[in-house]
C-alpha cells in the first residue's frame, strides 16, 4: 500500500505563486509514474503535470512555462511549483503514483484558490 498526503494548498491572488507538497509513504520502491491532477468545480479531474523513474517531466499545455513538476526521492516527497497563478488555476489538486498500469494510488486533494 501507498499513502499520499499533499499540502500546501490555500489562497492566493492571481499573479502569485503556490508550492505543492505530496508525501508518500508506504512500499514505494518502484512505480511508473506520479503526477499532479487537478479537478474543478463541475469539471472532470485533468492532469497537470507528470514525471517517470527516470526524471522526464510532461505538462500539460495550460501551464507549460508556469508550473513545475519535481522530486526528491530521498525525502519521498513530490512537488509541484506554481507560478504566475491564474483565477482558472482554481480547484482541488491530487497527487498521484501509477505503480503498474492497473494499480494507482490518489493523495486527498488540496484545495487551490486564486482570486483577481
Known amino acids: 500500500q501507498v499513502q499520499l498526503v499533499e499540502s500546501g494548498g490555500g489562497s492566493v491572488q492571481a499573479g502569485g505563486s503556490l508550492r505543492l507538497s505530496c508525501a508518500a509513504s508506504?512500499?514505494?520502491?518502484?512505480?511508473?509514474?506520479m503526477g499532479w491532477y487537478r479537478q474543478a468545480p463541475g469539471e472532470q479531474r485533468e492532469l497537470v503535470a507528470t514525471t517517470g523513474t527516470g526524471g522526464s517531466a510532461h505538462y500539460a499545455d495550460f501551464v507549460k512555462g508556469r508550473f513545475t513538476i519535481s522530486r526528491d526521492d530521498a525525502k519521498n516527497t513530490l512537488y509541484l511549483q506554481m507560478d504566475s497563478l491564474k483565477t482558472e488555476d482554481t480547484a482541488v489538486y491530487y497527487c498521484?503514483?501509477?505503480?503498474?498500469?492497473?494499480?494507482?494510488?490518489w493523495g486527498q486533494g488540496t484545495q487551490v484558490t486564486v482570486s483577481s
Open positions: 498521484y503514483l501509477r505503480r503498474t498500469l492497473s494499480t494507482a494510488y
Open positions: 508506504g512500499s514505494i520502491v518502484s512505480f511508473i509514474a
